[in-house]
């Protein structure tokens, strides 16, 4: 149980690697938070879930493009537990296509506040419960979409530009929060596998240096960096495309 007592927040638990954080985290003993765009999708991760791990895991709701969501969601935890020790800023709302009117006004705007907004009043809603913490940790799973170098790209021109938003409030808040000890951390993934951590081929996923990067590879970057002396502050990590 090598995260016994931790607790975690992660959100976009809905989405594949969400999944793979909460059932990766709950199954090395920490109790973890996770939420989705609603609660139905939330508890569907929940119940696949087995053994005692299922105990540890509690569902919300919470659309990333709403501050009223964030809020309740962040005083919905409060009354849960006295902490948080590390926040996940998982969720993020895809948004395809190579052309700038290949999507509405009104999907752009949720885009950019669900990714970009979402992250900042996360953290903002999220940092009282992170200060109780002895080991506060924020991680953002940023993605390469958030660096110059995502060339050829299939996501829309409003999903890199909130993904370029989350990335440099990574790099501000990592220094202002460095001195009060809260940590802070991104991750810069290329496309990943995102096989199943409950299914047979979670153990030895990791593939040869020509294959893509596994769910799993990434899991364990973030649990490693989570699991350093508090002297040590790990700023991103940053992933080589196959």
């Not at 690697?17 to 939420?35: D, K, T």
């Not at 902490?83 to 998982?90: A, K, P, Q, T, Y």
């Not at 940092?127 to 060339?151: E, F, K, T, Y």
């Amino acid at each position: 149980m090598r995260f016994q007592n931790l607790r975690v927040v992660v959100t976009g638990a809905s989405r594949p690697f969400g999944r793979s954080l909460a059932v990766g985290f709950a199954h090395l003993g920490a109790e973890v938070f996770v939420s989705a765009r609603t609660k139905a999708a939330a508890e569907v991760v929940g119940g696949q879930i087995e053994g005692a791990a299922r105990e540890r895991i509690h569902t919300f709701g919470c659309d990333l493009s709403r501050p009223a969501e964030i809020a309740r969601f962040a005083r919905q935890v409060g009354e849960l537990t006295d902490r948080v020790d590390l926040l996940v800023n998982n969720g993020a709302r895809w948004l395809g296509g190579v052309a700038l009117d290949d999507a509405s006004d009104e999907q752009i705007v949720e885009t950019i506040g669900a990714t970009a907004a979402g992250t900042v009043l996360m953290v903002k809603h999220f940092l009282p419960l992170l200060r109780l913490s002895q080991r506060p940790d924020i991680v953002n799973m940023v993605s390469v979409s958030g660096l110059d170098a995502a060339d050829g790209s299939p996501a829309h021109d409003a999903f890199h530009a909130a993904k370029s938003a989350q990335a440099g409030f990574a790099e501000v808040l990592a220094r202002r929060l460095r001195p009060s000890g809260v940590r802070v951390m991104a991750l810069y993934p290329p496309d990943f596998s995102t096989s199943d951590p409950a299914a047979a081929e979670w153990d030895g996923a990791h593939q040869g240096p020509r294959e893509r990067l596994t769910a799993q590879a990434l899991f364990d970057c973030l649990t490693f960096a989570v699991d350093q002396p508090r002297d040590c502050f790990i700023r991103s990590f940053h992933f080589e495309p196959r």
